[in-house]
């Protein structure tokens, strides 16, 4: 039986992953998990990331919906690793002001958890994708206008390779699209260890 026309659920608000997964050909639906993060923890950023991407993506999967349906079920999640600590989105326009003047002239890598979750079959494969970031010398003027925008208080990290931040980025150690939140080929592969291809969940 062809996958083709399955469900795709995207178990995540983030515009930026949507829009990569349109990109790449997909046409999911966004349901958000409602999973509260703050709840979960774990040793490392890693498996943090790791551990919020696969309770985003069982609790969508867990809808007797998305369960009738036979759906695919993608959960992600993003945290930067700076100084062995997991930096997700700051709280405010402070925190997000003090977060630039200590990761400017430096690198942090940036973790984010993959989980996909097969509603047919009740299997799931998940892992984490790594990317360095290597970020620039903003002025204190430059870092006041950026927070001012009200962008960085929506992303993990307080920062974005496809907004205003990317001016402030100068260069990566990985894949890029990790980094704007969803990495493609480990998409691909996770999808293979489900038998699933993802050529045949193309829209048409």
Known sequence: MSDQRRRLVL???SPARLGLLRQAGLS???IVSGVDEDAVSAPTPAELALALAEAKASVVAARPDVIMSGALVIGCDS???????ALGKPADAEEATARWKSMRGRA???????CVYDTKTGRYASATASTVVRFGDPSDDEIAAYVASGEPLYVAGAF????????FI???DGDHGNVIGL????????????G???????AD
């Open 11 to 13: 178990a995540s608000a």
């Open 28 to 30: 999911p639906e966004v």
């Open 79 to 85: 945290v930067l690793e700076l100084d062995g600590e």
């Open 108 to 114: 942090g890598t940036l973790q984010t958890g993959h």
């Open 160 to 167: 974005t390779l496809d907004g205003r931040s990317a001016p």
């Open 170 to 172: 100068e260069g990566i």
């Open 183 to 194: 990495s493609l080929p480990l998409l691909r592969r996770l999808l293979a260890e489900l």
């Open 196 to 202: 699933v291809a993802i050529t045949d969940l193309w």
